[in-house]
């Protein structure tokens, strides 16, 4: 019986082999954590590029107020340009405000006559990002809804 214990004594000062339980149990985590400080990095860089491309765009529209909607457009292609969006991500809107109402129109015909009328142009840039812990089924992808209201007059 006692030789029996000694065995087990000798067992239990045994170890070969920990290293590769040891590892085979921190591993995962340590990709784990890795790969989501990666992800999230990315996150937050993609939302930093449309912000400044935002900012940008609102630079340019007061650097060049533009008088119609093909001027508006020609904007939009230098921020799609300026962020590799696709074309059809952004969106630039002439809006009014009629006196000091809180409401936004979309003509100046809506104002009453003689009304004080506050000229915008209401920006909106919007993308998405799939991080690659969704292929786990972890999370689901990112949106990006940027909006700006630029008052031009």
């Not at 400080?37 to 993609?46: C, H, P």
Request: hydrophobic share 45%; proline share 3%; glycine share 6%.
């Amino acid at each position: 019986m006692i030789k029996r214990l000694s065995h087990l004594a000798n067992f239990a000062r045994n170890e070969d082999g920990s290293f590769m339980v040891e590892t085979a149990i921190v591993l995962p985590v340590l990709v784990m954590m890795a790969l989501g400080g990666y992800e999230a990095s990315q996150i937050i860089s993609r939302e930093n590029e449309l912000q400044i491309a935002v900012a940008e765009a609102a630079a340019v529209v007061l650097a060049s107020i533009p008088e119609d909607q093909d001027d508006l457009d020609e904007i939009e292609l230098i921020i799609e340009a300026s962020t590799g969006l696709p074309e059809g991500k952004v969106r630039l809107l002439k809006k009014y405000r009629c006196d000091a109402t809180a409401a936004l129109v979309d003509s100046t015909s809506s104002c009453a006559t003689g009304a004080v009328i506050s000229e915008f142009i209401h920006l909106n840039v919007w993308d998405e990002y799939t991080p690659v812990w969704t292929s786990f089924g972890i999370g689901e992808k990112v949106t990006y809804d940027i909006r700006r209201r630029i008052q031009i007059s």
